[in-house]
């Protein structure tokens, strides 16, 4: 008799969509049998990671046979001091998908619900339904988040509402008196997750100024990461700002050894080297003013975008899109998983790439 491994499994985890990530560089290579491909699809820094980021962890890989301080003393005490908050405020992740996880694990269970808006990063919906709790997805307005409409989904077993701001994949922003608004107006004892994953890029006035806001609501939560404005993405290095006592929680969920040292000591260094991220913001500005005024011109829907990325309707299968882009060497990002089935995302490159990918864009169109 066969055994159905997949009928044995936790329901909650064997009906999953699993999350497809950008294609590799390498797959494509290996498929098509193509070379000189850039990558547009995962909103990575085109100029990678600092150099004094990849000196720290050459250096630490002398100690690899070692484990890592599981607890990230060192990394805490250089974030804490680089945000101006506590070390006991910090609950540091392997990505900040891992801190995620940390949030579902530790305050979702069966029978309790979080609020989402209807394009919200996916993984998102992925980590609640794996921990067997109710989405609530909220109808976006523009690409946006509905504030008022996701504070009245709230129900009785609501126990966090996330915000991914500014959004992926549509860029959309949510701004500081929404947010402030959503603060005033939800229960305490609901979570509101902060993602701010391209926090780094935004220089608005209107952008939430996040930690002031968690000293007056102790029920905030703001996830960062290392993987896009720092260059660290194959590192996978992420972090929670909170209060203490959610640290403390988020802390508990945490795996021992969630952290490798490598990571960790890169991530330190590039704290350090901040005049590698206004590079690389200066590059991300000018390289979204490239594809904006070409795109344009094109006559191409833009949503507009604070984020690394731009994310447009090509009027047509974004599928068939993506697959001759493959075959001119540019991976980007269809949105078939997000029901966008005529839009693609493009993360902003170098110059060159982002000629590249115009120049191509306009072949594949005609």
Request: with cysteine; charged share 15%.
């Amino acid at each position: 008799m066969q055994t159905n491994f997949r009928t044995l499994a936790n329901r909650y985890i064997s009906d999953l969509t699993p999350y497809q990530p950008g294609k590799p560089i390498e797959e494509v290579e290996r498929e098509l049998g193509i070379s000189s491909i850039i990558k547009l699809a995962s909103n990575e820094n085109p100029l990678g990671a600092s150099p004094t980021a990849i000196a720290a962890a050459q250096k630490a890989l002398q100690k690899s046979h070692i484990y890592p301080d599981g607890g990230c003393y060192e990394l805490k005490q250089k974030l804490a001091r680089f945000l101006n908050v506590l070390p006991t405020q910090l609950t540091i992740g392997n990505g900040s998908e891992n801190i995620l996880e940390m949030i579902v694990k530790s305050y979702l269970t069966q029978g309790s619900s979080a609020v989402i808006s209807q394009y919200a990063f996916l993984t998102i919906p992925l980590l609640i339904q794996s921990y067997g709790a109710t989405i609530i997805s909220v109808p976006a307005i523009n690409f946006s988040h509905d504030i008022h409409a996701m504070i009245k989904a709230v129900q009785s077993n609501t126990r966090i509402l996330f915000i991914v701001n500014p959004n992926n994949p549509t860029g959309t922003f949510t701004n500081a008196t929404d947010l402030k608004f959503l603060l005033e107006s939800i229960p305490p004892t609901i979570l509101v997750v902060l993602d701010e994953a391209y926090h780094e890029y935004i220089d608005r006035d209107d952008y939430p100024n996040s930690l002031a806001l968690l000293k007056q609501y102790p029920n905030l939560i703001i996830t960062r990461t290392f993987s896009k404005a720092y260059g660290l993405a194959g590192l996978r290095l992420g972090y929670a700002i909170s209060s203490d006592e959610i640290a403390d929680i988020l802390n508990r969920a945490r795996l021992p050894f969630n952290i490798n040292s490598i990571a960790a000591a890169a991530g330190e260094a590039a704290l350090h080297d901040q005049n590698h991220i206004q590079k690389s913001i200066l590059l991300n500005s000018e390289g979204m003013q490239q594809l904006l005024s070409e795109l344009i011109n094109l006559n191409i829907h833009i949503i507009s975008s604070l984020g690394n990325f731009i994310t447009i309707d090509v009027k047509t299968s974004a599928t068939d899109i993506y697959q001759k882009l493959l075959y001119q060497g540019i991976i980007v990002r269809p949105l078939n998983a997000y029901d966008m089935p005529s839009h693609i995302r493009v993360t902003i490159g170098t110059a060159q790439e982002n000629e590249r990918f115009l120049k191509s864009l306009r072949e594949v169109l005609s």
